[in-house]
């Protein structure tokens, strides 16, 4: 067997250039999707006003469980006085 000779030292660089993305072919001044297809429209707003109302939900559980935890800390501390 012939011993293998190392490879010569080889500079390189550790950052690289991302590669470009594709670009999208875009007309100017055309109707969107959305304003084009009513159907999309109102299924847009429906599921916009389905995530309004479960923002106002978790909003309104969020600070009742504050106010629960504060309640309880309350509670907790007082027994804890008591003895």
Do not use: C, M, Y
Not at 26 to 34: I, M, V
Not at 59 to 81: P, V, Y
């Amino acid at each position: 067997l012939v011993p293998r000779q190392p490879e010569p030292f080889r500079a390189r660089s550790n950052s690289r250039q991302p590669e470009p993305l594709p670009r999208r072919h875009h007309r100017a001044n055309s109707a969107s999707d959305t304003e084009r297809d009513p159907a999309l429209r109102r299924r847009l707003g429906e599921v916009t006003a389905k995530l309004e109302a479960l923002e106002i939900k978790h909003r309104n559980l969020k600070e009742l469980a504050q106010t629960s935890a504060a309640s309880n800390f309350d509670k907790l501390r007082d027994a804890t006085d008591k003895r």
